[in-house]
């Protein structure tokens, strides 16, 4: 009988094998690809009416750069486009973009009423023949009109990518003027890629390392007005600057907004002992987070507010450690050789990015929170201050050159260590520190 | 379909389960002998020298009388058993001796008429030749149009029945703009080619081949009755669905798609080989672009499946996501988009896949794994 029962079984397995090998798909796996920046075309947006046709082509140009810029895209000359786009409402012709290999393509309308624009634009898939997202707008005043263009380049960079932009922000910075030893140094404000820079302090004093706040609306920084390092607070709004609160005889600097924007972290000078304290900007109430004989500074507070990552000579070199943002014992994570130093925690909290000096090469670098997976971006004469992007993909650092006559610049560079390129300044620029996205 | 399945499913039970019955009569006689051989070699000495010696010993002599009547019995026995054998050994020499006589002067000569009655026709098969290169032909166009005749080829028409069979679902998803061109081009291109040249030899040709099928080709008239049957089938389904009427188009479609999946068992021959699959991975890693993800999207595997058309290029509309890993839902959209991309932007002017084995990658599924393409 068990023998007559798997017989049939046998049976029907071999009857039923046909049946299910008719539904098995082709299955392959594709593991290797190309990393190349994606070929997409932004036509001049339609303008509605004529006074509207310079700001079309402007911000269509200003969108093209924004997305070029990020090393993603690669944008294809208007010389190659097939057809052109004359009304932002007709349907696109996606023969003509597909032929000239435009995988995405932007299509935009200017309308301007008064001192008020208005910017639509749509973004499509070209060879899927679809829409990514829908149409969206952007309207204010003439002023703005760079803004409204970084937006749009913002929505085109996040729809593609997936991840958030960062070209509608702004970075304050060191300007600085004059030769190596009689340099002049003074804050300035501008957009992230240069333009629209506007300065917020003479040149009476020295400035050092600002700071944006979580918000964008206050910058923090060193100045040496009085003759000795301390801690200022600019409101960029209104242009107005305040000295934090200190004690007599104290030196403080490298300070850093905590998340929540209330609380500044800072190094503290005195009877030359550096550590690091917190101070409540409010109350000007202040505690000591390091009581450690050596030289504690350039802190750095993790997104959520939890942890604090900084440099420490403690163990007779500078390197980077972490601890808790209430203090208490730190553990180290760096463990290269040379020397660490200026730590910056991504915005995303899973990078940290430092400034590396070994074998008289200095380098941009980034590691995970638990020290591993170190990779350095940049090598250089003197590479240094690192910022972070809003959206953590990349970082904008100094720049310096040898010699009498060097000079100081921005550069920004994507954490794949592509993409290297300067930032023009009209004078040269240090210290960076980079805004979250405008509202 | 169920009575065909149901008998080959009886037949297949009882092949089993005679091939069982015959394995269990033949597994028992083998232990019986091995027993033997080992018990027997110890007993037999001992048994052998005692009835030598209890005959020997005085039974014989002291009664002569008694054992008339046992003789009586024993003796009509033995004399009887002994010519028995001696007749049957006779009478079975003469029958067996006859019959393989016979029988190799039977075979010998049905072989032989076979061979020379090809033999002194060996100048006309050449339309058998013909006929045996009709599957063949399939694969080089050329050939077939030369001699074979426009309407017994093979080729067009089986090509033009999985045309329409494709149609309905493609019209229905995306829009009758690609699937109608693709139905006129491949058809008609075909007839035209072999209409003009193939219809002199139709008919010197066909005259031939109706004598010779009967001795051998059995084999090769299959062969010619599947195509033509297709084609019949063929105008039978287009004319279906063109009466239009709701119901009739419905009934149409719903049949249709019935038929589909038993087309796709059809998957007959060998399927897509290792360097098939890789001409194909090869194509579309080359459109994959990674460059503008993000870093979650590149942690993030998605399998993407994509319905094929009979020349080689994806069906854009049939492009879905089925499964994604490693990342966010948003992540898991742009690592799909870019695999979208890849697949139509490199299938634009068709992938280079076997048309013989269409029913081998109509559907596919592809696993677009970034690990090695990270930012490291």
Not at chain 1, 149 to 161: E, L, M
Not at chain 1, 370 to 385: H, I, P, V
Not at chain 2, 146 to 158: G, Q
Not at chain 2, 242 to 254: G, K, Q
Request: aromatic share 6%.
């Amino acid at each position: 009988m068990i023998r007559f029962l798997t017989s049939l079984l046998v049976g029907a397995t071999l009857l039923a094998a046909p049946v299910h090998a008719q539904n098995q798909p082709l299955r392959i796996t594709i593991d290797e690809g190309i990393i190349e920046p994606l070929p997409l075309a932004v036509p001049n947006f339609v303008p509605d009416g004529a006074a509207a046709t310079e700001y079309a082509a402007q911000i269509a140009r200003v969108v093209a750069a924004d997305l070029t810029g990020s090393g993603l895209f690669r944008e294809i000359p208007s010389t190659a486009y097939i057809s052109q786009v004359t009304s932002f409402d007709a349907p696109v012709q996606f023969a003509d973009w597909k032929a000239i290999n435009a995988q995405a393509l932007v299509t935009g309308s200017v309308s301007l009423s008064g001192d008020r624009l208005t910017v639509r634009f749509r973004l499509w898939d070209v060879f899927a023949g679809t829409e990514l997202g829908s149409g969206l707008q952007f309207a204010g005043t003439t002023d703005g009109w760079r803004r409204m263009a970084h937006k749009v380049a913002d929505a085109v960079y996040s729809r593609i990518t997936g991840e958030g932009g960062y070209f509608d922000s702004r970075v304050v910075f060191v300007s600085e003027s004059g030769p190596k030893d009689q340099r002049r140094k003074r804050l300035a404000i501008m957009d992230y890629d240069g333009a629209n820079v506007q300065y917020l302090t003479d040149s009476s004093s020295i400035v050092l390392a600002p700071r944006f706040s979580p918000t964008g609306d206050r910058v923090l920084y060193t100045s040496y007005q009085g003759g000795f390092p301390r801690i200022h607070i600019l409101d960029v709004g209104r242009v107005e600057q305040r000295v934090l609160q200190s004690q007599e005889g104290t030196m403080s600097f490298a300070p850093r907004f905590s998340p929540d924007g209330q609380t500044v972290l800072f190094s503290l000078s005195q009877g030359g002992n550096t550590d690091l304290y917190t101070m409540n900007i409010a109350s000007g109430q202040s505690a000591r987070l390091t009581s450690a004989p050596s030289i504690e500074t350039a802190p750095s507070y993790s997104p959520d507010g939890s942890r604090i990552v900084f440099e420490s000579d403690r163990s007779g070199t500078p390197q980077l450690y972490i601890m808790s943002a209430s203090g208490g014992e730190a553990q180290r994570i760096s463990f290269g050789q040379g020397r660490y130093g200026t730590p910056v925690w991504s915005p995303r909290g899973d990078l940290i990015a430092f400034t590396k000096q070994n074998k008289g090469r200095f380098h941009i670098g980034v590691m995970r929170t638990d020290g591993s997976e170190e990779r350095l971006l940049t090598a250089s004469f003197l590479d240094e201050g690192p910022t972070w992007s809003p959206n953590g993909r990349v970082i904008m650092f100094t720049r310096e050159t040898q010699g009498a006559d060097g000079r100081a610049s921005l550069y920004s560079v994507d954490i794949s260590g592509r993409n290297l390129r300067p930032v023009r300044t009209p004078d040269g620029g240090s210290d960076p520190t980079w805004s979250p996205l405008l509202e | 379909m169920q009575t065909g399945t149901k008998i080959s499913g009886i037949a297949h039970v009882t092949l089993v389960a005679w091939a069982f019955l015959g394995g269990a009569f033949r597994s028992e006689p083998l232990p019986f002998e091995v027993q033997d051989v080992s018990v027997i070699s110890a007993e037999e000495f001992a048994a052998l020298s005692a009835p030598r010696e209890a005959p020997e010993v005085i039974q014989n002599p002291a009664e002569p009388a008694q054992p008339i009547a046992p003789a009586e019995q024993t003796t009509p026995s033995e004399p009887a058993a002994e010519p028995e054998p001696v007749e049957t050994r006779p009478e079975p020499e003469p029958v067996p001796a006859p019959e393989p006589e016979p029988a190799p002067e039977a075979v010998a000569p049905t072989p032989e008429p076979a061979l020379p009655e090809e033999n002194p026709s060996l100048e006309q098969p050449e339309p058998e030749t013909v006929l045996l290169p009709e599957p063949p032909g399939k694969r080089p166009k050329p050939r077939p149009v030369e001699r074979v005749a426009p309407e017994p080829v093979a080729a067009p028409p089986p090509d033009a029945r999985p045309d329409p069979v494709e149609t309905p679902p493609v019209s229905a998803e995306q829009g009758a703009e690609t699937p109608q061109p693709e139905q006129q081009a491949t058809a008609p291109e075909e007839a035209t080619d072999r209409i003009t040249p193939e219809a002199e030899p139709t008919v010197e040709v066909a005259p031939s081949r109706s004598p010779r099928p009967r001795t051998r080709p059995q084999v090769t008239q299959t062969a010619e009755a599947k195509p033509e049957s297709k084609p019949e089938v063929e105008p039978s389904e287009n004319p279906a669905p063109t009466p239009s009427s709701a119901v009739n188009a419905a009934l149409a479609e719903a049949l249709a798609s019935a038929s589909e999946p038993v087309a796709a068992p059809a998957p007959s021959g060998p399927p897509l080989s290792s360097g098939e699959k890789d001409a194909l991975r090869v194509a579309v890693s080359q459109c994959w672009n990674v460059g503008s993800l993000s870093t979650e999207a590149l942690n993030t595997t998605v399998v993407v499946s994509v319905r094929m058309n009979a020349d080689g290029t994806p069906d854009t509309g049939s492009i879905r996501m089925i499964e994604s890993s490693g990342g966010s839902s948003g992540a898991a959209k742009q690592a799909y988009e870019a695999a979208r991309r890849a697949i139509i932007r490199c299938g634009t002017k068709g992938y280079n896949l076997p048309s013989e084995k269409y029913d081998h990658w109509r559907d596919i599924e592809m696993t677009f794994n970034p690990e090695r393409m990270r930012i490291k």
